[in-house]
């Protein structure tokens, strides 16, 4: 009966061989991450050409001001960005930023030199991004005020407070349960079940630098930590954004700057800037390369409070640039406490940020690396579940952090509470048109195609991301779509983060695709240009609706939000009843079409539907209103199962069965 040695290809034994497939796949992953580092440098490279070669295009382009004695705002920014390109900044650029100065350098010997680029021009930058913000507007009204902290605030809450001489950032409660992003100690951590993610702060004297936030990929450049210049470079350019601020004081924006278009109510963009915060000018610079120059509202209120050191609670509607509202004074907080530090070798976790989903923490960690773009000695690092463990839990170990005393901080009881969305006013975007319809569950996957159908017909560029209620129910979804020829892809918690990684990248830059996926995408993802966000079956809860539907009209843009449930479902439009969302005639559905929902549906694996009645009934099941009633939920759960094209229900085991209560229940049946 088997024992004795056995031998594996090549003669070896069993540990030989287990170590010789370790070994491969430590190599493997060492050429994937040198692949990253390759694409990370050329898209460096790429975006750098593409500014320099727009240079020439925009000379010419700086409006003339003089002789009205007053500068615009947009004159006041290039006025900065002059500061920047003066005699002896040069020092203040990044090697990836190319020479300041027209010269050929080239970086790689081995390479043909290139022809000598012209600067690098922030005003061209900032040209590019006033266009492309054109649709953030200006300011709205913000409420402040202090609050104790047994206040249960809404789903758009991001919570800051001070922090070890830092801050932290917590999205919300649930959030704060579940993950981190850590600033030089600045780290992203998610700890749930499903998502778990942390970002730890560079403790040792080397820092991973993760990829801007449009390039996407994380930890893919190491770069040597250069000790802090607070002395040198930081003073200098202080006493000139000093001096700019004494200047910006006397030149009052004049009212008629202000085009109508910009004052409009679901505006965004304020009119304050930035550099009138009391930020680090490096701070500054890196704000303004990255095209962020007027603050958005909720920046504009919480910036100054944060600052302070003060611990806030936000809130404020999705889209609107929260995570810049606590990145920012989080990076400063680093700062300050990175001088004032400078004898630690091996420098503190300042910053602790806990996101609930691991491609939210790499986004996070991706928009703090740009904001860190010029301060050296910083760092950032992002840990998440499901990559690269061995690395991460070395690097846990060189650098703890302190994943328990997180757990105990709770906001001080006089924290001030901001307010941007206001009393009386809904907390979704006006320009997003909501709409919902109740059918039975026997035309869902119709009425899913149909409706699909018909916005590629009417939307040119369509992106669309549709929600389904679980990880199992999202796969069997994606299929279905697949079969009936979409361009989909899909994205929950059972695929590998490698995977998920890749397809959140792409679907950041597509257009004309859908993204099915459970709600591993619902909060924070920052999809542009999203057309439809259509939720099929009913969310957790009013909040879960919320963040699904902020996926769509993000920087005040337009977007379309469908939510599809069944009669039974309806109740939950209660919780709702203030949202502006109509309810939508059902379509009439062409027996063709349903011929080929059907026949898709009858191609999908018996095991891809079994595995989404499980979790259809875990779902219910845990939802209180619905899984109150076994008896009911049963039933539903049976018609669910026809509808996805199986005869009978599948069978539980016994010991789930016992679990979720429905040991007994007439029409579970139990494994044998
Ligand atoms: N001051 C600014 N100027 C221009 N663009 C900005 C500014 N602040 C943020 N943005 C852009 O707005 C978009 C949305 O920002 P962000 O993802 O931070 O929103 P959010 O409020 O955190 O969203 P969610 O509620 O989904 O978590 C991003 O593309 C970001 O780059």
New binding site residues.
Partial sequence: MGGGPRTFPGGLNKWQYKRMHEKLAREKERRLLQQEKQIYEARLRTEIRAKIAGEHSAEGAASDIVGTGRMSSKDHIRALADRFMKEGAEDLWNEDDGPVKAQTRPRHSKQPPLPPPPPLDIRKIFEE?QAS?AS?GNRRRYSRWSRNASSDEDE?DVVCRPFEGGLRNLPDKSERRRGVVRFRNFCVDVGDSEEEVECVGGGSCRKKMISG?ALKNYDAKVNKRRPPRADMEESDLSEEIRQFREEMKDKAVTKDEISQEEVAEESL?TQKRFDECKISPLSIKALTTA??????I??EAALAICLEGKDVLVK?????????AFLLPAIEAVVRASSANSIHRVPPIVVLVISPTRELAIQLAA?ATVLLKYHNGVGVQTLIGGTRFKLDQKRLEENPCQVRRISQMVLKRDHIFVDTVGLGHVETHDKVVQSYLIAPHELHFHLVHHILEEHIRTVADYKVIVFCTTAMVTAFMYVLLQNLRMNVREMHSRKPQLYRTRISDEFRESKCLILVTSDVSS????Y?DVTLVFQVGIPSDRAQYI?RL??TG??GKDGKGILLLAPWEEYFMEEIKDLPIQRCQLPELAADANKKVEQSIAKIDSSIKEAAYHAWLGYYNSISDIGRDKTTLVELANRFCQSIGLDSPPALYRKTALKMGLKGISGIRLRK
Avoid: C, I, W
């Fill in positions: 991004n913000t953030f758009d936030a963009l095209g962020y120059l007027n603050m958005t909720v920046q404020a509607k999705t889209g609107t640039g929260k995570s810049l928009e909060r924070g993802m920052n542009p963040h902020g996926r993000r920087e």
